[in-house]
């Protein structure tokens, strides 16, 4: 029977309905899964941007951290007069300035006196004699120390102060003390301060003798966690000791009696741990060097026990020093000290990843490099060019400290 024309209809559009509720569930489900689809699109891509951002930010930091190392780096370079007194055509101006050091008076600058560094350094000036109270009362007055007489030993310090202590090594009655710096920088005020300080100390009677010392204190943070830096310090130190030694005798002549017990020759200990093996990851590894190194003393020509005490500051403590108010005794000291400290950050013998170190300061690094122990020439006086030529890299700070040196006597 041929179909109707109605049924013909009727199934045609049924058959359409069908596929038209097919075709808008598929595209339904399309959409559904193009939404979803556009949401892990958008997630993804949020989380490459945050991906890129993180990544620009360890960048940034790493750019950072070159920055800075590089600006640690420049310290020395501003100045460097490219000056060697172990170059052979210098000896006779080497032979000068050591004639004329017992007849021509110390040096004493005011500005940029550490040639750049800004490393914090502090000062301990031990006296006998004079009246401790007048000299804290004139020096309270000048708005210099915080108390207007001689406080306690090991007193609490105010930020900024100087301060006039108790020191039973060299106090007796109302006599003696020792005069304690806040932390330092290389500034003008700084140094007209140690000026003033020296001037109403001897205007009230105070004097040095052979148990007076005068330590100074540099910190740490050119050294950090880098290790050839601390092998640097240790060779400077194991290598011309000797020469550091003469120089700490300062105006009186000669090293003072008292050293072999409170300055003891660090050289041997240095030299041990220059050539051992050791790693610096972190600060923890800071404090154990420095704890090994140390033997737990305080009483070395270098003291360490600083920077493994968590209430200590953070610094290197050369004590070798005989006591001085001599302004530009202390100021060639500090000088010495501060020098080691920004060697050991920069005599390298190569250039590193990051920087590239010039031809003097290579030459330093090799000088020092090659500098295996405290056994120098003292009839040629070859130590101590060596020394001023590695720590220095101005004449002018050479000149200073060869003034000291050939006032002075070996110390043994």
Sequence with gaps: MPKSR?????????????????ARRVNDRLTSSMGSSLGFSNLAGQEEERRDSMESRIENVRDMDIQAEEERNQIIQEEDDGFFYSDEENQEE??????????SELPYEYENVLNG??????????????????????LYELDITSSPR?????????????KLEWDGSVCSGSSGGELVSPVLTDTPETWR??????????????RINQKCGGHIHVGIEPLNTARQRWKRLFRTIGGFEDVVCRVAGGTEGRLRSGASHYARSFSNRAIQTAVSRFTLDDRRDIDR????????????????????????PNTVEFRYFNGTLDPGQI????????????????????DSNTYTVTETM?????????????????????????????????KKDKDALLKVYGRNSWAN
């Design 6 to 22: 109605t049924g013909s209809l009727a199934s045609n559009e049924s058959g359409s309905s069908h596929a038209d509720e097919m």
């Design 94 to 103: 080497f032979e000068d300035i050591l004639r004329s050091a017992d007849n």
């Design 117 to 138: 560094s800004n490393v914090t350094f502090g000062v301990e000036l031990e006296f006998v004699g004079g009246n401790a109270d007048a000299i804290a009362r004139d």
């Design 150 to 162: 001689r406080v306690g030993y090991h007193a609490r310090s105010t930020p900024g102060k100087w």
């Design 193 to 206: 301060n140690i000026e003033k300080i020296c001037e109403v100390a001897k205007r009230h009677g105070a």
């Design 289 to 312: 060097l420095t704890e090994r190194a140390s033997n737990r003393s305080r009483y070395y020509g270098v003291n360490l026990t600083n920077i493994y005490k968590s209430n200590k």
């Design 331 to 350: 100021q060639a000291n500090v000088k010495l000290s501060n020098g080691v400290i920004m060697a050991s950050q920069k005599a390298r013998s190569r």
């Design 362 to 394: 290579k030459r330093r690094g090799k000088m020092l490099l090659n500098q295996r122990s405290s056994s120098n020439n003292r009839s040629n006086h070859a130590g101590v060019k060596k020394l001023v030529d590695i720590i220095f890299s101005r």
